[in-house]
Structure formats: C-alpha cells, structure tokens
C-alpha cells in the first residue's frame, strides 16, 4: 500500500481537526493541525504585545518571526496532539475565544504564511500525513493525493465551538461564537494571501448533518479506494 498525503481544508469548527485526527489514528499516519500553528503566533503576537486595537505591528513581528518556534507532541495519558509554543504547552490557550478573534489578522500576513508553510511542508518528508487547514490542498500540497473540502452552516459550526469549550470548562455566549465563526469565514475567504478556496480536485462534504461516525467511515472508504 503506498503512503500518501491527505489534505483536510474547510471553514472554521467543521470538525476537520476531528475527522484528520480519526483518519491519521485509524491507518497510522501523522496528524498536523496547521490551523494551531497560526493561533500560536497569534498568542505570540498577544503575549509580547505586537497586536495594538486589532492591528498586528508586522515590523516588530518580522524581527520576532524567528524567535517562534511550534512543536506538537502527543499526550499519552489525555490521548491528543498538543501543540508547544517555545517550549510551552499552549494547546488550551491557542483555542480561547481570544485567540479564535485575532488569529484571522495574523494568518492573513504574508510572511507569517510562508514561514508556516515551510514548516508544514516539512512535516511530509515520508508522506504518511494527515494535515487540516484552510490551504492545504491549494497551496501546501498542492499534489495532495486525497484532498476533501469540509462545510457545513454557520449555526452548526457555531453550536458545535460552543459544545466544544463548555466540554473544556472555557463556556462562551453562543452569539459571540457564531459572530466570530461569520467574521472569520469572510476573512478567510477574502484576504489576498491564499485564501480559502476549494482545490479544483477536492472532494466537497457537507458534514452538517452527519455523526462522526458516518464522518470517519466516509473518509475511511475514500482513503482506501487512494492507497490501493
Ligand atoms: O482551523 P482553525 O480554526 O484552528 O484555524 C485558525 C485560523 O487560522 C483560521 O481562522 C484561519 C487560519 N488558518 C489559515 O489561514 N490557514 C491554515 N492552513 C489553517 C488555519
């Protein structure tokens, strides 16, 4: 069976994570969230104040790039992929409300793109990967052999964010998720830097109304028919 690169991409809380974590636990292969990469820089940004009334000061930030470095090491006892910003386990931070409104303004910074592409593409050097994002399919890989492209409606996604943060003990009102899960959808959609767009020769889902079940036999199915 050969290895191949599966490329995830699609709007905000669609449950890509979830679904490339599935794949990647099922066969065997790696799982990188490229989406946690852009909200550690973003903490980054927060921390050592290069974000000032929504605008990210991108002369000090360039200065700075370097000085940021992300791992992700897998958790034994909480079984899930956490995410290392200098060392320091930031996984439940990057996912704060905080981080979800500004993380759009620092992953539409050219430079901060290319850095994090350099850094994903690094990651496929065996293949074997399972990667979720936004451009995976379009410009990290774009010779992805799987590529899907997720949707599903705002209201869905939004509900979803909310389970997922009340499970944590981090609860927000359900009205400021599904304004941010609009805002970032346009963002990510408009910005002039790789925007979010289908891969010509990506598979669409409309998970909306599926289990994650149904999700990761679907996805197993195609997976299969890829490697033969
Ligand atoms: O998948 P996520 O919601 O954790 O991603 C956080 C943000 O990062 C999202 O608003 C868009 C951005 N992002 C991106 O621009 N490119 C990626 N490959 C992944 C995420």
Known sequence: ??????????????????????LAKSVGYAYVDSGAMYRSVTLFCQRNGLIKEGVVDETALRERIDDIHIEFKFNEERQRNETFLNGENVEDEIRTLAVSSQVSIVSSIGFVRRAMVALQQSYSKDKGIVMDGRDIGTVVFPDAELKIFLTASPEIRAQRRYDELKQKGMEEPYEDILENVKQRDHLDMTRA????????????????????????????????????
């Open 1 to 22: 069976m050969k290895r191949i690169i599966v490329a995830i991409d699609g709007f905000s809380s669609c449950g890509k994570s979830t679904m490339a974590k599935d």
């Open 193 to 228: 830097e790789s925007p979010l767009r289908k891969a010509d020769d990506a598979i669409e889902l409309d998970n909306g109304e599926m289990t994650i079940e149904d999700q990761r036999r679907w996805l197993l199915d195609i997976f299969k028919e890829r490697v033969k």
